[in-house]
């Protein structure tokens, strides 16, 4: 595959060669460019000059964030109801909340959609009660907290390699760390929020961002990523991926038939995040579609497919706006501006400590380097 970088996207759209470089990252986030450029057909460091330019003008990048399934972190979707007039202040108000994960302007009968991550149940009502409903302009909220994340966003893929390249590309699989999952160390959270920022953090920067050695963080980031407690993913600019659209669905589907419900749903090519719920709905669908008219065609496939499990969509609302995505502010053009990423403190608890019990320096893959990322986990 041929590209230069002088034909990188410049607020339009992706060439062969951006939409590849995409791609290959979000199968390895952190790969060095000694290997993604040979899988693309170009010079390493024509590679890193096309990411370089990327991620400066906010079409893609690369972040990390500490995964649900293992953080002891509650996650909530809230809905937010405000006076029309102040909706634009209140979006910028609480994009900057590091609480506040993602945050969309919705249709239907709620003007914010927000994902809220809180240390326990006390400290999300807090936040919801005490520092948004105080938002000069919010009128009621309305929370669903998420028992589980079955399917997210760091699974999504761009389709623009070959089955070839993607082999390439793909670590050998390594068994998870045997250590019992406990609680997340500070210095776990230092590296998430570090990373963050910038997914691609090399060692030396990472290690000087989290106060500890090159050689500690490698251990531990090589630890993180092996036992899932890490999620690593590259991110796109929704106008650029294909599908320029997003909407909400609100669905419900009998308790017994929950486990296959989602087993079906992560089928989806258009599915970017399914939580299961305690309220109303017990599940809450994040799709990107190709175009508005299959919002509707989406819910007919929905609703032939799973008519076995008795899933019905009792709501479905338009994405207007995504003001926040999975740490990093938007524009208006949905090009990454900032990262305010999830931040919740480093009082891991009174047991925790800066290395975690089962860190093993054998886990350290050979040739890293600590000027360069180490590679991460799909």
């Given at each position: 595959?041929?590209?230069?970088?002088?034909?990188?996207?410049?607020?339009?759209?992706?060439?062969?060669?951006?939409?590849?470089?995409?791609?290959?990252?979000?199968?390895?986030?952190?790969?060095?460019?000694?290997?993604?450029?040979?899988?693309?057909?170009?010079?390493?460091?024509?590679?890193?000059?096309?990411?370089?330019?990327?991620?400066?003008?906010?079409?893609?990048?690369?972040?990390?964030?500490?995964?649900?399934?293992?953080?002891?972190?509650?996650?909530?979707?809230?809905?937010?109801?405000?006076?029309?007039?102040?909706?634009?202040?209140?979006?910028?108000?609480?994009?900057?909340?590091?609480?506040?994960?993602?945050?969309?302007?919705?249709?239907?009968?709620?003007?914010?959609?927000?994902?809220?991550?809180?240390?326990?149940?006390?400290?999300?009502?807090?936040?919801?009660?005490?520092?948004?409903?105080?938002?000069?302009?919010?009128?009621?909220?309305?929370?669903?907290?998420?028992?589980?994340?079955?399917?997210?966003?760091?699974?999504?893929?761009?389709?623009?390699?070959?089955?070839?390249?993607?082999?390439?590309?793909?670590?050998?699989?390594?068994?998870?760390?045997?250590?019992?999952?406990?609680?997340?160390?500070?210095?776990?959270?230092?590296?998430?929020?570090?990373?963050?920022?910038?997914?691609?953090?090399?060692?030396?920067?990472?290690?000087?961002?989290?106060?500890?050695?090159?050689?500690?963080?490698?251990?531990?980031?090589?630890?993180?990523?092996?036992?899932?407690?890490?999620?690593?993913?590259?991110?796109?600019?929704?106008?650029?991926?294909?599908?320029?659209?997003?909407?909400?669905?609100?669905?419900?589907?009998?308790?017994?038939?929950?486990?296959?419900?989602?087993?079906?749903?992560?089928?989806?090519?258009?599915?970017?995040?399914?939580?299961?719920?305690?309220?109303?709905?017990?599940?809450?669908?994040?799709?990107?579609?190709?175009?508005?008219?299959?919002?509707?065609?989406?819910?007919?496939?929905?609703?032939?497919?799973?008519?076995?499990?008795?899933?019905?969509?009792?709501?479905?609302?338009?994405?207007?706006?995504?003001?926040?995505?999975?740490?990093?502010?938007?524009?208006?053009?949905?090009?990454?501006?900032?990262?305010?990423?999830?931040?919740?403190?480093?009082?891991?608890?009174?047991?925790?400590?800066?290395?975690?019990?089962?860190?093993?320096?054998s886990a350290t893959a050979p040739g890293e380097d600590?000027?360069?990322?180490?590679?991460?986990?799909?």
């Amino acid at each position: 595959m041929q590209g230069s970088a002088a034909g990188a996207a410049s607020g339009g759209d992706l060439d062969e060669l951006d939409r590849a470089l995409v791609h290959a990252l979000q199968i390895r986030p952190r790969a060095p460019w000694s290997l993604i450029g040979p899988v693309l057909g170009v010079d390493p460091v024509t590679a890193a000059r096309r990411w370089k330019r990327l991620s400066a003008e906010g079409i893609a990048w690369v972040d990390g964030y500490l995964s649900p399934a293992y953080d002891h972190a509650v996650h909530a979707h809230v809905e937010i109801v405000t006076d029309g007039a102040l909706l634009a202040g209140i979006a910028t108000v609480l994009a900057d909340d590091p609480e506040v994960l993602s945050l969309k302007q919705t249709s239907g009968s709620r003007d914010l959609l927000a994902i809220v991550v809180a240390r326990d149940l006390g400290r999300l009502v807090d936040y919801v009660t005490e520092r948004v409903c105080r938002v000069p302009g919010v009128r009621t909220t309305r929370i669903h907290v998420i028992t589980m994340a079955p399917f997210e966003g760091n699974k999504w893929r761009l389709r623009a390699l070959t089955p070839a390249q993607r082999a390439r590309l793909t670590e050998p699989e390594r068994e998870r760390t045997a250590a019992p999952v406990g609680q997340l160390s500070p210095l776990d959270h230092r590296i998430a929020v570090a990373l963050g920022r910038d997914g691609r953090l090399p060692l030396n920067e990472l290690a000087a961002h989290t106060g500890t050695s090159v050689a500690t963080v490698r251990r531990r980031l090589r630890t993180l990523v092996d036992s899932g407690r890490l999620s690593m993913r590259c991110t796109v600019a929704r106008p650029l991926s294909g599908y320029p659209v997003s909407a909400v669905y609100f669905a419900s589907v009998p308790a017994e038939h929950l486990d296959a419900a989602t087993r079906a749903l992560r089928t989806l090519p258009e599915l970017r995040l399914c939580t299961v719920t305690a309220g109303p709905h017990n599940l809450i669908l994040d799709m990107w579609l190709r175009a508005l008219p299959d919002v509707h065609a989406l819910e007919v496939h929905l609703a032939r497919e799973l008519s076995g499990l008795s899933l019905r969509v009792n709501e479905r609302a338009v994405v207007l706006r995504t003001v926040k995505h999975v740490g990093r502010v938007l524009d208006r053009r949905g090009f990454g501006v900032k990262a305010v990423p999830m931040d919740l403190g480093q009082d891991a608890g009174p047991h925790a400590s800066a290395t975690a019990p089962g860190e093993d320096a054998s886990a350290t893959a050979p040739g890293e380097d600590a000027s360069a990322p180490v590679p991460g986990a799909e």
